[in-house]
């Protein structure tokens, strides 16, 4: 079963950048369209951006030209570059994995502070 871990998360001021990592176990990860959702106190979960197995790219509006989602295959592994952050940012950040007719897959989700 193919599990996802990421990693990456911490404090940063507005402005600032940071790198997400999510690795996933098992070798059918170049198989999974990969994306990243958020979720911020008291607010639902939302889709931050998606990649597919060929690379096409998705952005959520909010992050569109701050953020930027790619793959390594090779490293099973999806990043998450999020620069610019801005505090409404702030959120815990979850890794997901979709192939058809499997289930879903979530991380564990890590935890982006975007503060002064």
């Known amino acids: 079963q193919v599990q996802l871990v990421e990693s990456g998360g911490g404090l940063v001021q507005p402005g600032g950048s940071l790198r997400l990592s999510c690795a996933a176990s098992g070798s059918i990860f170049s198989s999974y369209t990969m994306g990243w959702y958020r979720q911020a106190p008291g607010k639902s979960r939302e889709l931050v951006a998606t990649i597919t197995t060929g690379g096409t790219t998705n952005y959520a509006d909010s992050v569109k030209g701050r953020f930027t989602i790619s793959r390594v295959n090779a490293k099973n592994t999806v990043y998450l570059q999020m620069n610019s952050l801005k505090p409404e940012d702030t959120a815990v950040y979850y890794c997901?994995?979709?192939?058809?007719?499997?289930?879903?897959?979530w991380g564990q989700g890590t935890q982006v502070t975007v503060s002064s």
């Open positions: 997901v994995g979709d192939r058809l007719l499997r289930p879903r897959l």
